[in-house]
């Protein structure tokens, strides 16, 4: 797994290096050259353009430049102000020796010659802004921003796409879109998350010194992203000797006369993830419609109100069923009543593994009147509970529907105020968004995301629905909820990736992605086992993460 530190814990490894020996001028020509190489190691690629910022982030565009040019490359730097004029002493030294090596310096150009620059151009380094940023990019780099994104050339960032917030992964005026980020000794979570995964291309980090390892680890890290192999230990090995019992059963409980199809696609999606055995318990209002679209899947009719949503009595019989499964999912589609509070509150008493969706959350959030995390008796048991909230649901459940988190470390905080408060391992929050956190009181793990086919309705059903069936099938240790929920992300993305490939990226619905779901496990499983063999394939399939080409 890889480190994701908060932008201030980066400054604090850096300051950290700076005191073992490593001095931020050093540091400097170190990022410098690893940006160089990463722009060195693009084919075909001669005529190169940096553009340089006034900050140290400028000044790692500057080594660069100077480094590209001792090795052949035809390198012009775009800056607004001489070198000798820049204020911070390091940026203007690297700036000054970079302009004695040769290279071409143009000081503040009309937009016309800039374009014309950088559409001329194999190469444009962003280097105007880096973690300095705050606020609106202002002129020039406004401008500058609009003429690299128009230029066609290939953009290669210096430690994140100007113009974002390499925190939180938002930008409030125009950013960069890059197509690779060379980024300095750890990932930062506005990469991973919002604008950030559309800005930054691929993710190269460039640690710059051989502490770098050890002092990330020690500054705490906010998040870690998940590599393909961290999930091999989850992965059961394909055996024979299974039975439909063995590989486990689900009990998805949903649904309403309004939303009927919600908990439909929950189970089946259950069935799809491997569960040997799914039952869907609906009202009774709405049971003979839903079993007509169910064929495997046994349909419970419980007790229901006239208005077609659960009735009180409906909890015991919930209870008595769920004693019986390996995993049940309940909240897809049931409104939120007393009677789905009822069965909400009965089954977190119980003893099974539990994942909580959709209304079943903003039961909790009106049992608690929006503050989860001040009854931490609700949440606490022995079986793992897995609480799946998009943003606006995870802020009803801790008081913030006003002000919902907006980027992914505001929700990951929110999160962890929930799996604080009880303070076990068996709770597991995973904070769904563009990127998603799967957050337990040890550990937040950031699954690769998918592709954007992924943002359909019924999509969140189906995510509740796998993690139920590997909950059930893997019987996971309470310390590994996070992997496996991720695990879950996971499968789940590489679905919509194929349901895109069927259906075009703006087609899919949440059935595809469904019927897509046993595909994507063996396509995963293969990449796990074999991520060399599947390498190739995979670059031109799906959206990626740190490790190579894609959107993130
Ligand atoms: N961490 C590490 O170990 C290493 C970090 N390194 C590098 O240092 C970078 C951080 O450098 P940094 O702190 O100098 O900030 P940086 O991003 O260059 O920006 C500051 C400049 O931008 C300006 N500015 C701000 N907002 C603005 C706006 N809205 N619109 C316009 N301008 C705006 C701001 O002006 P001011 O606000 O002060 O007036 C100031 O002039 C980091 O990203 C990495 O590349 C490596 O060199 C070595 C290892
Ligand atoms: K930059």
Avoid at 115 to 133: E, N, P, Q
């Amino acid at each position: 797994m890889q480190p994701v530190l908060n932008v201030e814990d980066v400054r604090r490894v850096e300051a950290a290096l700076t005191e073992v020996g490593v001095s931020v001028s050093e540091l400097m020509h170190r990022a410098g050259a690893a940006a160089a190489s990463e722009v060195a190691r693009m084919e075909g690629a001669d005529t190169v353009t940096v553009l340089a910022g006034l900050g140290n982030n400028g000044g790692d565009g500057w080594v660069a430049a100077e480094n590209l040019h001792g090795k052949g490359f035809d390198v012009t730097v775009v800056t607004p102000v001489e070198p000798d004029d820049l204020r911070g002493d390091i940026a203007r030294v690297v700036a000054k020796s970079a302009q004695d090596s040769g290279v071409k310096v143009v000081v503040g150009p009309p937009r016309e010659t800039l374009d014309v620059l950088l559409m001329g151009s194999d190469v444009v380094v962003d280097a105007m802004l880096g973690t300095g940023f705050h606020g609106e990019p202002r002129a020039p780099f406004d401008i500058w921003i609009d003429s690299v994104n128009a230029s066609g050339s290939h953009v290669i960032a210096v430690d994140v796409p100007s113009g974002l917030s390499a925190q939180t992964g938002l930008a409030s005026g125009k950013y960069v879109v890059a197509d690779l980020t060379v980024t300095m000794l750890s990932l930062k979570p506005g990469l991973l998350s919002d604008r950030g995964r559309d800005a930054c291309g691929a993710i190269v980090v460039a640690p710059l010194a051989e502490q770098t390892e050890r002092l990330v680890r020690e500054a705490d890290p906010v998040a870690w992203r998940a590599d393909l192999d961290d999930y091999v230990d989850l992965l059961e090995p394909p055996s024979n000797a299974v039975d439909k019992f063995t590989r486990g059963s689900v009990l998805v409980v949903g649904g309403s006369s309004r939303f009927p199809g919600a908990p439909m696609m929950a189970a089946m999606a259950a069935a799809r993830a491997g569960a040997g055995y799914v039952t869907l318990a609906v009202p009774a209002q709405i049971a003979p419609i839903v079993q007509s679209q169910m064929l495997e899947i046994p349909v419970v009719a419980l007790p229901c109100e006239a208005d077609g949503t659960f009735s009180l009595k409906a909890a015991d019989l919930v209870a008595e069923l769920a004693e019986k499964r390996s995993a049940t999912l309940v909240g897809p589609g049931m409104r939120v009543t007393s009677g789905t509070v009822g069965i909400v509150s009965t089954l977190l008493a119980g003893k099974r593994p539990l994942v909580v969706d959709a209304d079943a959350l903003n039961c909790i959030s009106r049992l608690t009147s929006n503050r989860v995390d001040d009854f931490p008796e609700l949440l606490r048991r022995d079986a793992p509970l897995i609480m799946t909230p998009h943003r606006m649901e995870l802020a009803r459940l801790v008081g913030l529907q006003d002000t919902p988190p907006t980027s992914l470390t505001s929700a990951m905080e929110a999160a962890r105020r929930i799996v604080w408060s009880d303070g076990g391992s068996e709770v597991c929050v995973v904070a769904k968004g563009s990127a998603t956190a799967c957050v337990s009181v040890d550990v937040a793990i950031l699954p690769k995301p998918g592709p954007a086919a992924l943002a359909t309705a019924g999509s969140g059903d189906v995510l509740g629905g796998v993690i139920a069936a590997l909950l059930a099938r893997t019987g996971v240790e309470n310390e590994d909820l996070p992997l496996l929920a991720a695990m879950a992300c996971e499968m789940h993305g590489y679905a919509g990736t194929i349901a895109a490939e069927r259906y075009g990226s703006r087609g899919v619905m949440a059935r595809d992605i469904i019927d897509a779901l046993g595909l994507a496990e063996d396509a995963f499983e293969e990449e796990v086992a074999f991520p060399d063999a599947a390498k190739s394939g995979r670059e031109g399939r799906r959206d990626e993460g740190a490790d190579g080409k894609g959107d993130e």
